[in-house]
């Protein structure tokens, strides 16, 4: 298992970027400008614990499509794997993300889940994770 831990996959976006600045992760202007252009930010959580935006896509559907292209362009051996997909109140886009995992890619298990509340209190109602073991972090 412990093989496994740098290579664990863990992207997310979030719906609402003003649960990110009242949580001091982005400036107010960043998050009124990302608001009006309905920018999604792709993050993840680097080794340091640093919070760390990959990318910005326009809309809610281009996120889960970027966040399913994250999966195919960085996932090892997915049919032998268990994909977890975490949701903030979204079962709708966590469900369409797994259906694009699963007609793509046929890993062994999908889990849908909700996060919890701490994350959801930093993050918002909106927030899509995806976890996998991938050829990097």
């Known amino acids: 298992m412990e093989n496994l831990i740098p290579h664990i996959c863990h992207w997310f976006t979030v719906d609402n970027l003003s649960f990110l600045k009242r949580g001091g992760r982005i400036s107010a202007t960043i998050a009124v400008g990302g608001a009006s252009l ?9 080794n340091e614990g640093h919070l760390v935006n990959v990318a910005r896509v ?3 559907g281009a996120v889960i499509k970027a966040l399913f292209e994250k999966l195919v362009s960085t996932a090892v051996d997915i049919e032998e794997q268990t994909v ?8 709708d886009d966590a469900s369409k993300l797994a ?6 890619c046929h890993p062994k298990e999908i889990i849908i889940n909700t996060i919890n509340l701490v994350i959801g209190a930093h993050a918002g109602p909106g927030t899509l994770a995806l976890f996998f073991v991938g050829s990097e972090r």
């Open 99 to 104: 259906d694009m995992i699963r007609s793509a």
């Open 84 to 91: 977890m997909i975490s949701h903030g109140d979204c079962y």
């Open 58 to 60: 326009r809309g809610r």
């Open 38 to 46: 309905h920018m999604k930010p792709i993050l993840h959580v680097d």
